[in-house]
């Protein structure tokens, strides 16, 4: 089983930063690769950034050049670095662990951007 605890979401203006973390424990398999997804209001859940342990990273359009994943894997954690963040990136972000088949999911952090 593993757990995945996410932090750092919250309120900020349009143009601002913001940097999300999530801390996998457990029993973490690798290789395994560790990512973001979002689901903003009314919208399906989508891919936002995921990287693997060796540090392969993958990008949805809409965030390449303003967001960054980046993993430390001595921690279990992964981070996103948000920037220049638009109100379209509103949304409920969540961490996602998955290993071969299995797939797991924290419980969530809010990011709002005001315009």
């Known amino acids: 089983q593993v757990s995945l605890v996410e932090s750092g979401g919250g309120l900020v203006q349009a143009g601002g930063s913001l940097r999300l973390s999530c801390a996998a424990s457990g029993s973490i398999l690798r290789p395994n690769t560790m990512g973001w997804y979002r689901q903003g209001p009314g919208k399906q859940r989508e891919l936002v950034a995921s990287?693997?342990?060796?540090?392969?990273?993958d990008y949805a359009d809409s965030v390449k050049g303003r967001f960054t994943i980046s993993r430390d894997n001595a921690k279990n954690t992964v981070y996103l670095q948000m920037a220049s963040l638009r109100p379209e990136d509103t949304a409920t972000y969540y961490c996602?662990?998955?290993?071969?088949?299995?797939?797991?999911w924290g419980q969530g952090t809010l990011v709002t951007v005001s315009s």
């Open positions: 996602n662990y998955r290993w071969r088949t299995l797939a797991m």
């Open positions: 990287i693997t342990t060796g540090g392969s990273t």
